[in-house]
Protein backbone atom coordinates (compact mmCIF):
# COMPACT_ATOMS: atom_id res chain seq x y z
CA UNK A 1 0.00 0.00 0.00
CA UNK A 2 0.95 3.09 -1.28
CA UNK A 3 -0.05 5.01 2.44
CA UNK A 4 3.37 2.69 4.18
CA UNK A 5 5.47 5.08 2.12
CA UNK A 6 7.08 7.75 3.73
CA UNK A 7 5.62 10.98 3.42
CA UNK A 8 7.20 14.55 4.02
CA UNK A 9 4.77 17.71 3.65
CA UNK A 10 5.09 19.61 0.50
CA UNK A 11 3.89 22.24 1.96
CA UNK A 12 6.30 23.32 5.24
CA UNK A 13 9.28 20.61 4.31
CA UNK A 14 9.41 19.57 7.82
CA UNK A 15 6.22 17.09 9.13
CA UNK A 16 6.83 13.45 8.25
CA UNK A 17 4.45 12.07 10.76
CA UNK A 18 1.24 13.78 11.22
CA UNK A 19 -1.16 13.20 8.79
CA UNK A 20 -4.89 12.82 7.89
CA UNK A 21 -5.68 10.91 5.36
CA UNK A 22 -9.12 12.23 3.42
CA UNK A 23 -10.65 8.89 1.47
CA UNK A 24 -13.80 10.17 -1.15
CA UNK A 25 -17.19 8.39 -1.22
CA UNK A 26 -19.81 8.95 -4.20
CA UNK A 27 -23.67 8.65 -2.85
CA UNK A 28 -25.77 8.42 -5.81
CA UNK A 29 -28.94 10.78 -5.56
CA UNK A 30 -31.70 11.55 -7.74
CA UNK A 31 -33.72 14.85 -6.95
CA UNK A 32 -37.01 16.50 -7.87
CA UNK A 33 -35.30 19.51 -9.97
CA UNK A 34 -37.96 21.60 -9.46
CA UNK A 35 -37.73 21.24 -5.01
CA UNK A 36 -34.32 19.90 -4.24
CA UNK A 37 -36.13 17.13 -2.90
CA UNK A 38 -33.56 13.55 -2.87
CA UNK A 39 -35.92 10.98 -3.99
CA UNK A 40 -33.69 8.50 -4.05
CA UNK A 41 -30.40 7.80 -2.63
CA UNK A 42 -28.35 4.70 -2.88
CA UNK A 43 -27.64 2.68 -0.14
CA UNK A 44 -24.60 2.25 -0.72
CA UNK A 45 -21.46 4.55 -0.53
CA UNK A 46 -18.86 3.96 -2.93
CA UNK A 47 -14.97 4.64 -2.85
CA UNK A 48 -14.15 7.29 -5.33
CA UNK A 49 -11.72 5.84 -7.64
CA UNK A 50 -8.71 7.95 -9.54
CA UNK A 51 -8.02 5.50 -12.75
CA UNK A 52 -7.19 2.28 -10.63
CA UNK A 53 -7.04 3.21 -7.70
CA UNK A 54 -8.96 4.91 -4.59
CA UNK A 55 -8.92 8.75 -4.61
CA UNK A 56 -7.26 9.57 -1.64
CA UNK A 57 -5.67 12.87 -0.64
CA UNK A 58 -3.42 13.57 2.50
CA UNK A 59 -3.92 16.41 4.95
CA UNK A 60 -1.02 17.85 6.86
CA UNK A 61 -1.35 18.09 10.38
CA UNK A 62 1.00 21.08 10.78
CA UNK A 63 0.20 23.49 7.87
CA UNK A 64 -2.79 22.30 6.97
CA UNK A 65 -1.89 21.89 3.12
CA UNK A 66 -3.66 19.29 1.25
CA UNK A 67 -3.13 17.46 -1.61
CA UNK A 68 -2.72 14.25 -3.69
CA UNK A 69 -1.08 11.12 -1.71
CA UNK A 70 1.31 11.65 -4.33
CA UNK A 71 3.16 14.87 -3.59
CA UNK A 72 4.07 13.82 0.12
CA UNK A 73 5.90 10.54 -1.51
CA UNK A 74 7.84 12.30 -3.85
CA UNK A 75 8.39 15.17 -1.12
CA UNK A 76 9.62 12.64 0.97
CA UNK A 77 11.34 10.67 -1.89
CA UNK A 78 13.30 13.96 -2.95
CA UNK A 79 14.48 14.79 0.83
CA UNK A 80 15.30 11.79 2.41
CA UNK A 81 14.97 12.26 6.28
CA UNK A 82 18.50 13.46 7.96
CA UNK A 83 18.71 10.68 10.21
CA UNK A 84 16.89 7.53 10.80
CA UNK A 85 15.50 8.39 14.03
CA UNK A 86 12.54 7.04 15.53
CA UNK A 87 10.58 9.61 17.08
CA UNK A 88 10.44 8.85 20.42
ZN1 LIG B 1 2.81 20.77 6.37
Not at 7 to 34: M, T, W
Not at 45 to 70: K, W
Not at 73 to 82: C, S
Amino acid sequence: MDHQRPYLCPGCQGNRSRFELIFHFVQEVQKDPATGQVLYAADELLPLSRGDRPAMDVRCCVCQFTGHEGLFIKAARRNAPPALQRPS
